[in-house]
């Protein structure tokens, strides 16, 4: 990726940053606490992914279009949202090694924050929305999410789980929002251009899109999930939450069903002894790595498709998004 790209998307980001700390203004009383969660943004990659894929869309070079940085905020505005919820659901003390809010500042302020960023990513959904589809899929989308943790939540404690059902709720809760965040890309960048075709994006790019977004997705939540037993690696949360939370992911599921004795040290609530088992038994997270490749190559190949159809210089950055997760597996 060249300099200026780069500098390009980092002009990107900054605009939306810009408009994330706007919204200051709109979750009050709580924000003081709005702000410590922006002062720790992170990287923002569905952001990032709905730029890029607004790029891909119509608008590779020179100043996006501001629907499109408004969009982005609020889809990082919505997954804002489903952290301050998740931290509460899963008890988590730290996010991205500082406090959560909950932590800081009670349950009931997290519930609010959370309420009010979501209820603000819907009224800016509604402002800039080019079309009712446009908001209809913004709302299953959330309720596919929801749904998503609801699978989760309902299969906790569960040595039976399944690894379809595993995959269908981290499919809910993750990839469905990173598949939100590239279509939303692609509909508000043909929103924004001129001529017959506005407000209809190309069907190839919208499938690519989804499923592009779909398997990088997926990818994400099993190397978080992965993450959560590395002991060596720094992600800035808890480790061995999952398992000491009762939500059995890839890696346990797969001990689940290659051996019989494994529900039995399992049922020991014991994390640390989960922890050992992995370490001897380093198949499993071998195999779990393997899954979240196969999802970042056919994500690649995604890209693959696009070829030639779409805006080289934006494809060119979805691929270094790419690179930079492999190279954390
Ligand atoms: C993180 O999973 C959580 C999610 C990806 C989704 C959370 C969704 C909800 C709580 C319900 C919807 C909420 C709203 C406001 C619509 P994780 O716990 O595996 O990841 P972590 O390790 O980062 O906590
Ligand atoms: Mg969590």
Redesign the pocket.
């Given at each position: 990726m060249s300099v200026q790209q780069e500098m390009a998307l980092q002009s990107d980001m900054r605009r939306v940053v810009e408009t994330l700390h706007r919204e200051e203004t709109n979750v009050t009383p709580y924000r003081s606490e709005y702000r410590q969660l922006l002062d720790n943004h992170g990287k923002m990659i569905r952001a990032t992914l709905v730029v890029l894929f607004a790029r891909a869309a119509g608008e590779d070079s020179g100043k996006l279009d501001e629907q499109v940085i408004t969009g982005a905020a609020a889809i990082e505005m919505?997954?804002l949202?489903?952290?301050?919820?998740?931290?509460?659901?899963?008890s988590?003390p730290i996010?991205r090694n500082q406090p959560t809010v909950h932590t800081t500042a009670g349950n009931k302020a997290a519930i609010y924050l959370?309420?009010l960023?979501?209820s603000r990513y819907m009224e800016i959904m509604a402002e800039i929305a080019p079309s009712t589809d446009f908001l209809r899929e913004q709302a299953s989308t959330?309720c596919e999410?929801?749904g998503?943790?609801l699978l989760?939540e309902s299969a906790r404690h569960h040595a039976e789980t399944t690894l379809d059902y595993y995959r269908k709720a981290?499919g809910g809760?993750?990839a469905a929002?990173f598949r939100l965040a590239c279509l939303t890309g692609v509909r508000l960048s043909a929103q924004g251009s001129q001529g017959p075709n506005a407000s209809q994006p190309d069907p190839t790019l919208v499938d690519t899109a989804r499923a592009f977004g779909n398997h990088l997705g997926m990818a994400f939540?099993i190397m978080?999930?992965i993450a959560?037993f590395d002991l060596a690696h720094d992600?800035g949360?808890p480790k061995l939450?999952?398992v000491a939370d009762g939500?059995y992911?890839l890696p346990v599921l797969l001990a689940l069903r290659d051996d019989p004795d494994f529900a039995q040290l399992l049922s020991r609530d014991d994390p640390q002894a989960v922890e050992d088992y992995l370490q001897a038994h380093p198949d499993l997270l071998a195999r779990s790595r393997d899954e979240a490749m196969q999802h970042l190559d056919d994500a690649e190949a995604c890209l693959g498709d696009l070829a030639g159809t779409v805006r080289p210089k934006a494809i060119a950055q979805l691929s270094d998004v790419l690179r930079r997760i492999r190279k954390q597996l």
């Open positions: 919505l997954h949202a489903t952290l301050v919820h998740d931290d509460v659901l899963d988590a996010r959370g309420d960023i979501l959330v999410i929801v998503g943790e989760q981290i809760k993750t929002l939540q978080d999930d959560d992600t949360k939450e999952d939500i992911t």
